[in-house]
């Protein structure tokens, strides 16, 4: 078993940053693929980005790339997604996800095995 927990949300203007940290304990850490999600209220969960065992290749959706970036400490069993240029749009709650697999892709919600219990962004105009 994973545990993860995510930390570093709150509220910010529109332009602003933030930066999510998901904390991982229990088995190896460094053997899984780890993405972040998020959804917003009365939508589904999507996807945002991945990141590989080692973090030399990573995956981010459209709406988020370029502004989004996902990186790893696997020495602090850590990953991060550093936010910039945020818009109203990306208000939601953003959960961190694992995989049981070493490579990045863009994968579905239903393809990760471990999750945390999200962490509340809102971005106001």
């Known amino acids: 078993q994973v545990q993860l927990v995510e930390s570093g949300g709150g509220l910010v203007q529109a332009g602003g940053s933030l930066r999510l940290s998901c904390a991982a304990s229990?088995?190896?850490?460094?053997?899984?693929?780890m993405g972040w999600f998020r959804q917003a209220p009365g939508k589904e969960r999507e996807f945002v980005a991945a990141i590989n065992w080692n973090g030399d290749d990573n995956h981010y959706a459209s709406s988020v790339k370029g502004r989004f970036t996902i990186s790893r400490d696997n020495a602090k069993n850590t990953v991060y997604l550093q936010m910039s240029s945020l818009k109203p749009d990306d208000t939601a709650v953003y959960y961190c996800?694992?995989?049981?697999?070493?490579?990045?892709?863009?994968?579905?919600?239903?393809?990760?095995?471990?999750w945390g219990k999200g962490t509340l962004v809102t971005v106001s105009s």
């Open positions: 229990g088995r190896s850490f460094v053997i899984y693929a």
């Open positions: 996800a694992g995989r049981r697999s070493s490579r990045s892709d863009y994968y579905r919600a239903s393809d990760m095995d471990y």
